[in-house]
């Protein structure tokens, strides 16, 4: 695989994440301080934005699928979709404060509309990898480029959005958004067009649909996941750790403002675990790489685990040491997309390996259709607790408010990420399985037998 193609990857990832990233810090809080709607109705229309982009995700995945296997690529589907995601993003912040029936109406229907542009490209993209190669070892350098990426895009977003809005004091903090959505969006658009360029697909990695219909073809999903032990497990970790991460950002911005009550920690803060991700991303490809996959995840686990409990307990009053955690979570958080997107093709060749049928892009589109449920699901409960703690806007908050931020940023991602490691723990599609596995589909016989065969 050409180093082009390898960068473009990586870079559809930067794209991505500009919009994905700057919607969960920056929307919720838009809804509640700009727009002033009540945070259960903001935690709704987020949740109702994900649930219609995750029931959204296997349609378009199976369409995509298709396409794929008449075309050969995947690449043109996200070429089509870019500038659609950029206009959309842009649009969610433009949505004017002004009656609470009308702004809460134009906030769902552009959150509708974005989430739909943002499935169009997200589902070709996430198959990539099941098509651009069947090395795992490969798969793991993948992740490690697109974790990379979507880091840059994470720290980009994080850095300049606040910039932004401080830039635009003067015409008011909803203008700075506005303004910051704008800029992000036209950048993410070309970002994702220059990324489907570059990428180099290889039409035989894949195979075409084994059904003759799309209903079929989407049929055909539920009975390879009751087939797919590993399949499900990934799921269960993605529904989990997704809960836990979207806590944790989408509180950031209530934690620094009303817990620390220091708001000047909201640049470093906010670019701190996706610059720790940066920088530690490959170190994860290379443990990965000595040992293995589950092992390198429960590491990295363990390490966002010790960071959450760590904010807990920070004295509110030592910035130092709460940036520090916060970027212990980002160094612990960079393992698990590395792994998850390594190991989700291997499950992919397993499930092929079981039922004779390659449900490749429809396998995505079932995990981000359990990831969007879950940040739905996140967003309507941080909403849910905000309202239920006396949270209310630009007014001092009380202390059962103070104690619902807190425990939504550390102890609730903390007891998730706990529960990802112990569905870990029984992962068992290791790398010597997953060798036998593409030697089976290859009809050859894997490389520690042919070996014995021959006396060697």
């Not at 651009?132 to 070892?137: M, Q, S, V």
Request: aromatic share 8%; net charge neutral.
């Amino acid at each position: 695989m050409s180093i082009v193609t390898r960068a473009s990857y990586g870079a559809g990832d930067l794209g991505f994440v500009l919009v994905w990233q700057g919607a969960a810090l920056f929307l919720l809080y838009f809804y509640t301080d700009i727009l002033h709607l009540a945070p259960w109705v903001a935690g709704a229309i987020y949740l109702a934005g994900m649930v219609w982009d995750a029931v959204s995700d296997p349609l378009i995945a199976t369409w995509a699928e298709r396409h794929a296997a008449r075309t050969g690529r995947y690449s043109r589907i996200i070429a089509w979709a870019a500038l659609p995601v950029g206009i959309t993003y842009a649009a969610m912040f433009s949505i004017p404060a002004g009656g609470a029936a009308v702004t809460a109406i134009g906030a769902l229907v552009s959150h509708l509309v974005f989430r739909t542009a943002f499935t169009c490209a997200a589902m070709p993209y996430s198959a990539l990898p099941a098509r651009l190669t069947r090395d795992g070892e490969v798969r793991t350098a993948l992740s490690a480029v697109r974790v990379v990426g979507a880091a840059i895009g994470g720290l980009a977003v994080a850095i300049a959005t606040p910039l932004i809005v401080q830039m635009a004091t003067e015409s008011g903090e909803g203008a700075g958004y506005r303004l910051a959505a704008i800029i992000t969006g036209a950048f993410a658009a070309v970002v994702l067009l220059l990324s489907s360029l570059g990428i180099r697909e290889t039409p035989t990695a894949s195979q075409a649909p084994q059904a003759t219909d799309y209903l079929s073809d989407l049929g055909e999903v539920w009975p390879g996941l009751l087939r797919n032990g590993p399949l499900q497990r990934l799921l269960a970790m993605m529904l989990l750790a997704t809960v836990g991460f979207g806590l944790f950002t989408q509180n950031m911005l209530y934690f620094l403002n009303h817990v620390l009550a220091q708001p000047d920690l909201v640049l470093p803060a906010l670019a701190s675990p996706a610059l720790a991700m940066i920088l530690t991303a490959p170190l994860w490809m290379m443990l990965a790489a000595r040992t293995s996959k589950r092992l390198t995840m429960l590491a990295g686990l363990f390490v966002a685990t010790l960071g959450y409990l760590m904010i807990g307990i920070a004295p509110v009053g030592s910035p130092a040491l709460t940036l520090a955690s916060i970027g212990l979570v980002g160094v612990g958080s960079a393992a698990l997309p590395v792994m998850f997107w390594s190991m989700l093709p291997d499950a992919v060749d397993y499930g092929q390996a079981q039922t004779g049928s390659r449900i490749e892009a429809r396998t995505f589109g079932l995990t981000t259709f359990v990831q969007k449920c879950a940040a739905g699901l996140a967003a309507l409960l941080a909403g849910g607790l905000l309202a239920w703690s006396g949270y209310e806007p630009d007014a001092g908050q009380t202390a059962s408010a103070r104690s619902a931020i807190t425990a939504m940023i550390s102890w609730l991602p903390a007891a998730c990420m706990l529960a990802v490691a112990m569905i870990v723990r029984g992962y068992a599609l290791d790398r010597k399985r997953h060798r036998e596995i593409i030697a089976q589909l290859s009809g050859q016989e894997p490389a520690e037998e042919r070996a014995t065969h021959s006396g060697g």
